[in-house]
């Protein structure tokens, strides 16, 4: 069976010049960075070597690099850390509905230690009221927290004029750029902005190594205690491999992003166009300008299909996606974004992401055109639906309780 | 995630489509949860000769549709108002505990499909 990878906003292969470079450091490059002798010298240098690779891609000096463990933690360490050290100035945060999870919990999370949050809407494209976000900062905002891109509309938020109204009114500004890193060029310093997170295995380094940008000179509480590791900020033994393959990751990303992403561009556009074009009764969900979304992601929803669904059928097909149903994610509510967008809840359930990377090919794209129109036609005539004539029930009370009797059994 | 029943029933399933002039027609669901499953019946007797079934909804949902209607074929309507959801998710080796709610309302489809075709047929049958 073919095997089509299409969901690279969840995660990406290792590249093979990643994995090559970091073998050394599991087998004779052992050592600890913080250790004074041979061993650890080896690899401290690998560590400050990876830093600078970072710091260029983001355009930002090497040390202003702190390395994590992923994105969350980044996410988390940025709100929190900025919570720690601001909280006699104010206890204001103003955010999106959009953010990613780790974004948007952990806002929840300080609304239940006296922080009061702001979660700004969007509008039927997926797109910020920048007017609006002005508006709702007043004397006591201490952080402002804009994702780069979305990562499931590939929406790409105007970051730059955001850091021009943070800087203006004196507000500091974090940016989620896990998804945004590597496939558009990103510098922090136009952009104004404090904090920006990437997620290595977003962009073909492994998992479980991610990086913050920290302007210099600003203050941020620890996030681990235990260790004098990345300046005191966040103790723990350096993951030496894992952030070795981050920083050629992002070596190969400034070196090809521009080649890499406009063919990625062509398959996508290509992706998108032959579904809209022959697939009657679809949406597509983010902003309709091509150019305001990130190169490789198209998100589309199949009227009167259950994506989860679609996904099985998909998945007998080799066809890798990814689904804002509620099935697929895990919380028995569709897709927070697509409700923020205020997308139909059928169209809701039926949102399909396609995420490329340089790896797919022209073929691919082909062979998934050819595929879906007789799996989407398939789940159709299994609708009911599907050419009703009566009105769809929307509500279910039940479901509300066992939301709740969910979530008090996943803590 | 899923049995391999539960696969076998989602990617062939039995008994797709509607039944014309149906004699019972039951739907439960709704658009919010992401499962709206629909159940028709052809009765003779008091002895369910044919279902059919069409289903919005996950794997399980398409699932459990399809092995409802299996399990009733044959049966009395007495027979089949004993069904449960438990049952059905049994005879397919088991649900994910996240499914055991919205996706696992088959056997409440079928009876609905027999209430509505008793409240037709003046609870004769």
Redesign the interface.
């Known amino acids: 069976m073919k095997k089509i990878y299409m969901d690279n906003n969840a995660t990406t292969a290792v590249k093979p010049e990643v994995l090559e470079a970091m073998l050394p450091f599991f087998r004779e490059q052992f050592g600890n960075p913080s250790s004074v002798h041979w061993a650890g010298r080896m690899v401290s240098g690998a560590i400050e070597n990876a830093r600078a690779q970072v710091a260029s891609l983001l355009n930002c000096s090497a040390a202003e690099v702190v390395f994590l463990s992923c994105g969350s933690e980044g996410d988390n360490y940025a709100i929190k850390g900025t919570c720690d050290v601001l909280k006699d100035k104010g206890n204001h945060i103003i955010t999106t509905a959009v953010e990613h999870p780790a974004v948007l919990e952990t806002c929840q999370y300080l609304e239940t230690q006296g922080f009061e949050v702001t979660y700004l809407g969007v509008d039927g494209n997926g797109s910020l009221d920048l007017a609006e976000l002005e508006a709702a900062i007043t004397d006591k905002t201490i952080l402002i927290s804009v994702m780069w891109a979305n990562n499931e509309t590939g929406n790409i938020f105007p970051i730059e004029e955001i850091g021009e109204i943070a800087k203006k009114h004196k507000v500091r500004f974090h940016t989620d750029a896990v998804q945004a890193a590597g496939k558009l060029p990103i510098d922090v310093r136009k952009a104004n902005v404090d904090m920006a997170v990437i997620s290595g295995h977003k962009i073909g380094a492994p998992k479980g190594i991610g990086a913050m940008y920290l302007k210099r000179g600003t203050r941020i509480g620890k996030f681990m205690h235990g260790g004098h590791q990345e300046r005191n900020r966040r103790a723990g033994t350096h993951n030496v491999a894992g952030i070795v393959g981050l920083g050629v990751a992002c070596e190969l990303a400034s070196q090809n992003m521009e080649r890499d992403y406009a063919y990625v561009r062509k398959l996508r556009d290509k992706l998108e166009t032959g579904i809209l074009e022959t697939i009657p009764e679809v949406k597509l969900n983010g902003h309709p300008n091509a150019d305001l979304r990130l190169p490789n992601t198209l998100n589309i929803s199949f009227n ?6 679609l996904l ?2 998909f998945d ?1 097909k080799g066809i890798a996606a990814s689904s804002g ?3 697929t994610s ?1 919380s ?3 897709s927070h974004v697509m409700g923020a967008m205020g997308v139909d ?2 169209l809701a ?1 039926s949102s399909t992401r396609f995420s490329l990377s340089a790896d797919n090919s022209e073929e691919e794209i082909d062979y998934v055109l050819a595929e879906l129109p007789p799996i989407v036609q398939r789940l159709r ?5 599907y050419q009703r004539e009566s009105e ?5 009370d ?2 509300r309780m ?1 939301k709740q009797a ?1 979530n008090s059994y996943a803590d | 995630m899923y049995t391999e029943k539960v696969m076998d029933h989602f990617s062939n399933p039995r008994n797709v489509g509607e039944i014309e002039n149906a004699d019972g027609v039951g739907e439960v669901g709704n658009a919010s949860c992401g499962d709206i499953m629909k159940i028709f019946l052809k009765v003779e007797d008091g002895i369910i000769k044919d279902v059919k079934f069409k289903t919005f909804g996950c794997g399980a949902a398409i699932a459990t549709s399809s092995m409802v209607t299996e399990m009733a074929i044959g049966k009395t309507l007495d027979e089949a108002l004993v069904l449960t959801n438990q049952a059905v998710a049994e005879a397919l080796d088991g649900l994910p505990p996240a499914k055991m709610h919205c996706s696992n309302l088959a056997a409440d489809a079928l009876h609905e499909a027999i209430k509505d075709y008793k409240e037709k047929h003046g609870n004769a049958a």
């Open positions: 009167y299909i259950e994506g989860e669904s099985l059928f007998m149903s509620a099935c895990g028995l509510e569709p809840v059928v359930h005539d299994m609708s009911p639906l769809v029930p929307v509500k279910c039940e479901c066992v969910c």
